[in-house]
Nanobody, 127 residues
Framework: QVQLVESGGGLVQAGDWMNLTCAAS???????????VGWFRQAPGKEREFVAR????????YYAASVRDRFVISRDNAKNTVLLEMRNLKPEDTAIYYC?????????????????WGQGTQVTVSS
């Protein structure tokens, strides 16, 4: 069974930090030929948007402009986890955060480029 599981969401105040973790079993990575993991978020009434992604091999990261100076994505190949470190959080970061896997070697920051998704974790930033 393919599983991507997010953890680490919750409620924080503006300016605080929070870490999100995406866990995938080794079987999942092999089964779905995962090339990269991305984080997306969806705020109420808005479309799901790209946040960041990283490749398993080489650890090549790419960020949305809105988070580039505040968020850091990293991966642990041995643990099959991807960490999203979020700093200086703002109320506009409030959303459900999803991790997703892509098998594509050429990645675009689009929902359609990702094949498997986690259930999401709520991040709420109060002002």
């Amino acid at each position: 069974q393919v599983q991507l599981v997010e953890s680490g969401g919750g409620l924080v105040q503006a300016g605080d930090w929070m870490n999100l973790t995406c866990a995938a079993s080794r079987q999942t990575r092999q089964t779905i030929n995962s090339f990269a993991v991305g984080w997306f978020r969806q705020a109420p009434g808005k479309e799901r948007e790209f946040v960041a992604r990283i490749t398993w091999s080489g650890g090549y990261a790419y960020y949305a402009a809105s988070v580039r100076d505040r968020f850091v994505i990293s991966r642990d190949n041995a643990k099959n986890t991807v960490l999203l470190e979020m700093r200086n959080l703002k109320p506009e970061d409030t959303a459900i955060y999803y991790c997703a896997s892509s098998s594509r070697a050429v990645l675009r920051p689009y929902v359609a480029d990702y094949d498997y998704w986690g259930q999401g974790t709520q991040v709420t930033v109060s002002s």
